[in-house]
């Protein structure tokens, strides 16, 4: 896709083939010489690219469908853009070449054979059936090429490592080269992610800030260096914002690589930094309530939204893609929020309400189709700061009281209002 902030679907024929022709199919239904299947396949792919073209008319917010799909022959490619080119869809092909059979072999046994058509099945039948699938793909497959294909837009990845980029137009199809080749693949990484200990503003139930630890935080943050040790990660590197809760944090750490960013601060709540909950919501009370009206979009006077922060934290999102090394990132809850919302696949609406707690290292393991989350906790009493997400009847009542008709209201130049459909 184009990023993590845009509006992007994801229609995958393999889903659609499985609710249409069925789960079980074997590999021979994957062969060209077979006509009934060859028509199956046919049909399954022009009924999802009618979905996709749906989905654009539909959705005013669509930006980027996502075709994931073998697509091997230029026959098939054709029928994409005869589906697509009325629509006004602009396309681009991402094709993965192999011919190193070590690296197929592999694929095939760490992500393949987990997907849905192989669910209870031994692994080694299911990796001589998708080996078979693919030695079928290979009787027809036409791969893309300057010479024959020069008019379409396309990346060709070979053998994970080399990439032939051709007529890349638009700024999505650039940051989708650019997120390819930042991509790392071969190597399985394991990325720790927690919050700085407790700090004063968490204890008072302060938003923003730039205080110390409490001495609950320093506790956590002693547990934390031990627990390094005890995992032999002391030669990790530690990522962290600018402030000195995090630096604090990292002070109590056996490790030496430690790398500061700015785009690891938290969120800036602009007028509101400083506030309790219960302040704004007596000194703001209408900005209090459109925030939890749309909390990923709405901005903070002369601060930032949850959009804001998402945009600060592409770059450090697209190098953790790319690391090669386990990292452990120490930094703040809206922060994290985001972070983790990506890589768990989390849509916008959900990713300011995503539970990241204090005194907890939380896990993200990348595996076949997703990453898999695990929580550690260390025991250490600390403040709750997690907010529930408001019920729609107490934010139109909070609204009423404010004497705000949000249809009505401009947006003034520190904020985002839900009217506003961008930043």
């Known amino acids: 896709s ?77 029928l994409i853009l005869e589906k697509c080119m009325p629509e006004n869809i602009k396309v681009m092909f991402i094709e993965s070449a192999l011919d190193d059979p070590q690296i197929e072999e592999k694929n095939i046994r760490e992500h393949k054979i987990r997907c849905p058509d192989y669910q209870g099945c031994d692994p080694d039948a299911a990796f001589k059936d998708f080996s078979e699938r693919i030695r079928n793909y290979k009787k027809a497959y036409e791969t893309l090429s300057l010479d024959l294909d020069r008019e379409l837009s396309f990346i ?34 394991t990325l720790y992610f927690s919050r700085h200990g407790e700090s004063i503003f968490n204890r008072e139930g302060r938003i923003g800030g730039d205080t110390n630890l409490t001495e609950n935080g320093k506790n956590y943050a002693q547990k934390l260096g031990n627990f390094l040790k005890e995992k032999q990660l002391t030669d990790i590197p530690v990522w962290t914002s600018l402030m000195k809760r995090t630096i604090e944090t990292c002070s109590y750490l056996p490790n030496q690589n430690i790398r500061r960013y700015k785009s690891l601060n938290e969120i800036d709540a602009g007028r509101c930094d400083g506030l309790t909950y219960e302040e704004i919501g007596e000194q703001y009370p209408d900005e209090f309530a459109l925030r939890d009206l749309d909390k990923y979009n709405y901005r903070y006077p002369r601060g930032e939204s949850y959009h804001d922060l998402c ?79 408001q019920t729609t009847e107490s934010i139109e009542r909070r609204l009423l009281t404010a004497g705000l008709v949000l249809d009505n209201r401009p947006a003034s130049p520190g904020e985002l209002t839900s009217s506003d459909s961008e930043i």
């Open 156 to 189: 060709r990845v070979s053998n994970v490592t080399q990439f032939h980029i051709n007529k890349i137009t638009c700024n999505v199809q650039t940051k989708s080269a650019y997120f390819l080749m930042n991509l790392q693949t071969n190597t399985q990484t």
């Open 311 to 389: 945009c600060r934290l592409e770059p450090i999102i697209m190098d953790l893609e790319k690391l090669a090394e386990n990292v452990l990132v120490i930094c703040h809850q809206a922060v994290l929020r985001c972070i983790v919302g990506y890589f768990l696949n989390c849509s916008p609406d959900d990713i300011p309400y995503i539970e990241i707690p204090l005194h907890t290292i939380i896990k993200i393991t990348p595996v076949a189709y997703g990453c898999e989350k695990e929580n550690v906790e260390f025991g250490v009493t600390s403040t709750v700061t997690h907010r529930e997400k």
């Open 2 to 78: 184009s990023g993590i902030n845009a509006e992007y679907g994801v229609f995958n024929v393999g889903k659609y083939r499985r609710e249409l022709v069925g789960v079980n199919m074997s590999c021979d239904y994957y062969d060209p010489n077979n006509p009934d299947g060859a028509d199956s396949r046919r049909m399954v792919a022009a009924y999802v690219l009618t979905k996709i073209a749906e989905w654009f008319r539909d959705d005013p917010d669509a930006s980027v469908a996502i075709l994931d799909a073998t697509n091997t022959t230029r026959e098939r490619r054709n």
